[in-house]
C-alpha cells in the first residue's frame, strides 16, 4: 500500500522538544524529495522544513530555522522533524508529503503550551 504514516506528535512545554517520524511504503522512498508541513488552526497549510533525496540539501521556513532539524535515513524508508525550543506557534498539524509524487501523510497534531 502507497502511504506515509507520520508519528511522534503530542502535548510539549514551550522550549520543549518533540521528533517526528514519517514511515513510508509502497514506494521507492529514495528517489523522492521529503518535505514537512503544518497547518494551525485558521490558517493555510505552510511548508516548514524539505530534504532532497540523498538528504544533502535541506531548506527551513524563517519562522523554524535554527531550531528545527530535517533527516533521512533512505534504509528504513523514513523522514524526521527534530523540532526544539518549541513555541506556542509551533500548534499545528505536522505533515509530511512526497514531493513529485503528491503523497500527504494523515498528520499528527504538535500542542506546545504550558
Known amino acids: 500500500q502507497v502511504q506515509l504514516v507520520e508519528s511522534g506528535g503530542g502535548l510539549v512545554q514551550p522550549g520543549g522538544s518533540l521528533r517526528l517520524s514519517c514511515a513510508a511504503s509502497?514506494?521507492?522512498?529514495?528517489?523522492?524529495?521529503m518535505s514537512w508541513y503544518r497547518q494551525a488552526p485558521g490558517k493555510e497549510r505552510e511548508l516548514v522544513a524539505r530534504i532532497t533525496t540523498a538528504g544533502g540539501i535541506t531548506n527551513y521556513s524563517d519562522s523554524v530555522k535554527g531550531r528545527f532539524t530535517i533527516s533521512r535515513d533512505n534504509v528504513k524508508k523514513t523522514v524526521y522533524l527534530q523540532m526544539n525550543s518549541l513555541k506556542p506557534e509551533d500548534t499545528a498539524v505536522y505533515y509530511c508529503?512526497?514531493?513529485?509524487?503528491?503523497?500527504w501523510g494523515q498528520g499528527t497534531q504538535v500542542t506546545v503550551s504550558a
Open positions: 508529503k512526497a514531493e513529485g509524487r503528491g503523497l
Open positions: 509502497g514506494f521507492t522512498f529514495s528517489m523522492y524529495v
